[in-house]
């Protein structure tokens, strides 16, 4: 039986070099330094709405015509790709596929993952990996040396706490084109399971004072904000994915399982996702062992990579399963592993709105999953798929045996959960949503004074709100 992480385990990764720990971990230091910068340049300390065009304390936005948007997404990886990334990819994708608009990924990240961005059909700038601090203090510095501007850009888009923590930078260091062009930010998702990840997710709030407009992808996480006391304004627009062709019949199934070696009629349940300790890869092998007991001929796979992949394979190599498990990293496309799947399970602590089950749903597949995050947005439980207790092998092992024991039911809940997508999560809905909020800031109308002083004409001007004063403790 694989060990259960301590939260001591999660997010632990210590060196002695400074230049070689988590950039979130050095952002205290960093960001209060170029804030002072900041407050003795502008005489500001957070940006003030000034105005139709006055965004940051003294930063003039400017005034664009309306020609076809052009919208450059910021984003750090890892190596090996998350739903995150996945999720900027295919948006960025859909975004070039329109006439109003056109999307390229500033991509921060190693070869392989600039590769992997490619191949799901993005258009991408490269920068170094700039995961540690020392990695990302260089990477910032190819960024302040780039005039967005001259890459025609009209909207800046970050995804991630070091996106969110780079533009912060260089509007504090007035880089020309970063204060100018309006800053768009979606947090995909609030991980508080170490310290690590607290101090982060601080500073990325406190960041939210040079962000001029807020996108979170689930109810909850505003939900979140309320109760930390943090009333900054955050639109909702949910995570989509790209449909794939209807239908999933037994034939093409079971060839799909023959592929990966097994029996057309094998029971098979699935995880995909990054080996990370959020996501919980030793409660799904808990969760195995236990659907075992009533399913001795089921098999398991998993999908994906990342810090816990040894770990994971010592797991598996101790467990009675061990030749039940399949480890097969990461495959593409992932349709692939969908089709052969008869339920995918997601055991993950913590969520925003995870795109793996958005993906599984639209390919009409039944999924179990931990209600946490936005995931109870996603699912209605027991129409268009399960929901379990967080941490909770067994009840994740009853509900997976309920659909192994019964192809109505997968059927039944597979459909629903695709017409769920259709109807909501589809990443042309995700798109248009973006496209409205990109509008409003990069082209804000023409302000007229009536006789009486007020603002005519204004309806689609962005002001960024004021931040409360009780945010700025």
């Not at 939900?223 to 989509?240: S, Y």
């Not at 995700?430 to 909020?437: E, P």
Request: aromatic content about 6%; glycine content about 10%.
């Amino acid at each position: 039986m694989p060990a259960v992480l301590d939260d001591g385990e999660k997010g632990a990764d210590s060196n002695d070099n400074i230049l070689s720990i988590p950039v979130s971990q050095a952002a205290s230091l960093m960001l209060y330094g170029f804030a002072r910068i900041g407050v003795a340049s502008s005489g500001s300390a957070a940006p003030d709405t000034v105005g139709s065009t006055e965004i940051h304390g003294g930063f003039s936005m400017t005034c664009l015509s309306h020609s076809p948007l052009k919208v450059g997404h910021i984003v750090f990886g890892r190596g090996d790709l998350n739903g995150r990334d996945v999720m900027v990819a295919g948006l960025a994708r859909a975004q070039n596929e329109t006439i109003a608009s056109a999307a390229v990924v500033l991509a921060a990240g190693t070869a392989f993952y600039h590769a992997s961005l490619r191949r799901l059909g993005a258009e991408v700038l490269e920068f170094p990996d700039g995961h540690r601090l020392g990695a990302w203090l260089r990477t910032a510095a190819r960024f302040a040396r780039r005039d967005p501007r001259e890459g025609s850009f009209t909207v800046l888009h970050g995804h991630g706490c070091r996106a969110v923590f780079l533009v912060t930078l260089l509007r504090l260091l007035r880089r020309p084109g970063w204060t100018s062009l309006p800053f768009v930010y979606t947090n995909h998702g609030f991980f508080e399971d170490s310290l690590l990840h607290r101090i982060s997710l601080w500073w990325e709030l406190f960041c939210l004072r040079w962000v001029d407009h807020y996108v979170v992808c689930s109810a909850s996480q505003v939900a979140r904000l309320r109760e930390r006391g943090i009333w900054r304004h955050a639109d909702v627009i949910a995570n989509g994915v790209s449909l794939p062709p209807a239908g999933n019949s037994e034939e093409q199934r079971a060839r799909a399982k023959q592929r990966l070696g097994l029996a057309a009629d094998t029971p098979l349940v699935g995880m995909v996702g990054r080996l990370s300790s959020e996501k919980r890869p030793d409660i799904f092998l808990r969760a195995c062992e236990i659907i075992a007991t009533r399913h001795p001929d089921a098999h398991f796979l998993i999908s994906g990579d990342g810090p816990l992949r040894e770990r994971v394979q010592g797991w598996v190599a101790d467990q009675s399963l061990a030749g039940q498990v399949h480890l097969v990293g990461h495959v593409e496309p992932i349709e692939h592993i969908y089709r052969a799947l008869d339920v995918l399970m997601l055991t993950s602590d913590f969520e925003g709105s995870p795109l793996v089950v958005l993906e599984a749903m639209a390919a009409g597949l039944p999924v179990v999953a931990t209600a946490v995050g936005g995931v109870p947005e996603v699912i209605d439980d027991g129409h268009d798929g399960l929901l379990a207790s967080r941490r909770d092998p067994v009840h994740l092992a009853e509900a997976v045996g309920m659909l192994l024991e019964s192809t109505e039911l997968r059927s039944t809940i597979g459909q629903s959960a695709r017409k769920r997508v259709v109807e909501q999560f589809t990443v042309e809905q995700m798109r248009d949503q973006l496209a409205r909020v990109y509008e409003n800031l990069a082209h804000p109308r023409t302000l007229h004074l009536t006789a009486s002083g007020r603002r005519s004409g204004a309806a689609a001007v962005h002001d960024p709100e004021p931040v409360p004063a009780r945010e700025r403790g």
